[in-house]
């Protein structure tokens, strides 16, 4: 199986920095795509930056210009760097990987991690 553990979440003001990380361990034989999502209390769970294993990276509308995706495949890490966070960036930050395993065969799972809460104050 796979296991994703995220780290780096906390509170901040706003104007301020964060940088998420997100580490998969297991029995990993290839990593797809590496991303971040965010959901909001009363909000659908949103996709807010990913980045595949080689090519262009992706971003919300929201986030663009503040945020950074960027991943270490040597470690089957990804990181989120945050900067001028706003109150709107409060959310619980999850991250998500498509993953063949060991076991999976030619089955890509989709995995997510716990999540870590992030909240910005004004």
């Known amino acids: 199986q796979v296991q994703l553990v995220e780290s780096g979440g906390g509170w901040v003001q706003a104007g301020g920095s964060l940088r998420l990380s997100c580490a998969a361990s297991g029995s990993i034989r290839s990593i797809d795509y590496m991303g971040w999502y965010r959901q909001a209390p009363g909000n659908q769970r949103e996709l807010v930056a990913e980045?595949?294993?080689?090519?262009?990276?992706n971003y919300a509308d929201s986030v663009k210009g503040r945020f950074t995706i960027s991943r270490d495949n040597a470690k089957n890490t990804v990181y989120l760097l945050m900067d001028s966070l706003k109150p709107e960036d409060t959310a619980v930050y999850y991250c998500?990987?498509?993953?063949?395993?060991?076991?999976?065969?030619?089955?890509?799972?989709?995995?997510w991690g716990p999540g870590t809460q992030v909240t910005v104050s004004s």
């Open positions: 980045i595949p294993s080689g090519g262009s990276t």
């Open positions: 998500n990987a498509r993953v063949l395993t060991l076991s999976s065969g030619s089955f890509w799972l989709n995995a």
